[in-house]
């Protein structure tokens, strides 16, 4: 009986055994998929829970750019530049002077006079805005900020004068002196001749562009007598220094002005800038029938002559305000 029955015992014992190993098999293949849902679920919650932290980023990059905001002036009175001038072209009075009569390198505020000089031949007869102005090789080695001159190329006049303006062009500059005399030196004397007929009495040029060069100096003063006669002779030039970009043989260039635009009222007018002389500026700026012209000179960096002018200007708008109707009163920075 019992040798009857243990094949039947085997079977069933064998039987067991291998049920008992497919389910652990599966059990074994399920778990590594359970957890990889679990990892996932984990993975999608994290991504979840930093989503809104990207949109913040997101929204806050977006955020457009603020006016420049006018520092606290120091305790003496005195803007962070070298020297400063502000008038109000609606009476003619100064608003406030700091080192006005200190010799600065004029960089390529320089560009105002050789400015004036060709809208002055335009004026004559001399120049017409749409002649076509040759390109020699002497233009594109000028250096420094250009619009990208080719030599033997041809280029309207009303060009040349945009690049000068906005772009701040060097090689421009070099054109139309080359157009309108013989040669640079030539032009540079007809700069100083007009220079000193206008009263710039403290100002010395040496080139048409403002390119470093020993013994170019001007003076706030100066700078401010030559853009007030400026904007009264061709006050339609500012209808191209207030540009913001100009393009040239397929070269976009930007204003360095990082005031229009930005500063209510802002319309004008050059910046500039050598080793020798730090960041310098004119800027005009117009709020209803009172407009400012101002010269900064000899900030450390581009922002802090932003921040200063527009300190300077929102000073001059509210002393002009208190002003008008009455003496005039000049605010003069404290001798250091």
């Known amino acids: ?26 059990v074994a293949a399920e778990r590594p998929e359970k957890d990889r849902q679990a990892k996932a679920a984990r993975q999608a919650k994290a991504k979840t829970a930093k989503a809104p932290v990207k949109a913040e980023k997101k929204s806050a990059a977006r955020k457009p750019k ?48 050789t400015l004036y000089l060709v809208f002055e031949a ?21 250096g420094g900020s250009n619009m990208a001159l080719h030599p ?21 500059c070099v054109a139309v002196a080359e157009r309108l005399e013989p040669s640079i030196h030539d032009f540079v004397s007809r700069m100083n001749q007009t220079a000193a007929s206008l009263g710039m009495s403290s100002t010395v040029f040496k080139n048409p562009n403002g390119m470093p060069a020993e013994g170019q100096l001007t003076t706030a003063r100066d700078m401010l007598r030559l853009s007030r006669i400026y904007l009264e002779r061709f006050p339609g030039a500012l209808t191209i220094h207030s540009m913001k ?4 043989n ?5 204003n360095a002005n990082t005031l229009l635009g930005k500063y209510d009222g802002v319309d004008g007018l050059k910046t500039g800038f050598v080793n020798a002389s730090g960041f310098n500026i004119v800027v005009t700026a117009k709020r209803g029938d009172t407009r400012l012209l101002a010269v900064v000179l000899g ?8 921040i200063q002018t527009a300190r300077l200007i929102d000073e001059g708008f509210k002393l002009a305000e208190k002003q008008h109707g009455q003496p005039a009163k000049v605010v003069a920075a404290a001798a250091r």
Request: charged residues 25%.
């Open 1 to 26: 009986m019992i040798k009857t029955r243990r094949p039947a015992l085997v079977a069933l014992l064998t039987a067991f055994c291998l049920f008992f190993t497919a389910a652990m098999t599966a």
């Open 66 to 113: 603020a006016a420049p905001v006018a520092e606290a002036p120091p305790e003496d009175g005195r803007l962070d530049v070298k020297s400063a001038l502000l008038m109000d072209l609606s009476t003619g009075e100064i608003l406030y002077e700091q080192d006005a009569d200190r010799q600065i390198a004029p960089a390529s505020l320089t560009k105002i006079l």
């Open 122 to 142: 335009i004026q004559r007869g001399d120049l017409r805005p749409w002649d076509m102005i040759p390109v020699t090789e002497h233009a594109p080695a000028a």
């Open 152 to 172: 033997g190329e041809e280029v309207k006049l009303t060009e040349l004068i945009k690049g000068i303006a906005i772009a701040s062009a060097n090689d421009a």
């Open 245 to 248: 970009y100009f393009s040239h």
């Open 250 to 254: 397929e070269v976009m260039r930007r």
């Open 299 to 306: 900030a450390r960096s581009p922002k802090v002559r932003e």
